[in-house]
């Protein structure tokens, strides 16, 4: 198979072949193929890789584990040198029965906004000194809440930034 593909290649043109090195490069470099190998590797997984200074025209490969995963490249550690190989994602054949895995959910975490707050509630926030102050709302405004500060100060906060105080 790869016999035929080489002859085909030796009786393209020069531009021909760059062209086909352009269309390949885009398809390796793609996002949507990078994040399917992404998330179908995990570290330390066994896994199969092309060796680039096998001499011929076939595949040659080698084993190794995953030690690293870049944006583009990941790094796998030959299992016969110890040397770490940093390759494309297409560079490394998944092994048989290899699932994508679901990546960690992301936890969204939501940001107190005006209906969260009322006049007298008791608040902290950090203050451009990263100071915690501790007031309680006066004032309900349209995008921060008017404080007053124990320590006899005025602010004005937005709501993302507020904590409730509970008093015990």
Request: aromatic fraction near 6%.
């Amino acid at each position: 198979m790869y016999h035929a593909m080489l002859d085909a290649l030796n009786r393209a043109s020069s531009i021909q072949l760059y062209h086909l090195t352009n269309i390949i490069e885009r398809l390796m470099s793609d996002p949507s193929r990078i994040m399917q190998a992404r998330l179908a590797l995990r570290l330390g997984l066994e896994v199969r890789f092309v060796d680039w200074a096998a001499p011929g025209v076939e595949l040659q490969f080698r084993r190794g584990t995953v030690v690293v995963m870049k944006d583009k490249q990941v790094g796998i550690k030959d299992m016969s040198t110890g040397q770490v190989w940093m390759l494309p994602y297409a560079a490394v054949e998944l092994p048989e029965g290899a699932t994508p895995h679901a990546p960690e959910p992301e936890l969204k975490v939501k940001r107190p906004g005006r209906d969260d707050f009322c006049k007298g509630d008791r608040v902290s926030f950090e203050d451009r000194h990263l100071q915690t102050c501790i007031g309680t709302i006066v004032r309900i405004n349209q995008k921060t809440a008017s404080i007053e500060a124990d320590d006899g100060r005025g602010w004005r906060v937005s709501f993302g930034l507020l904590r409730h105080v509970v008093d015990l």
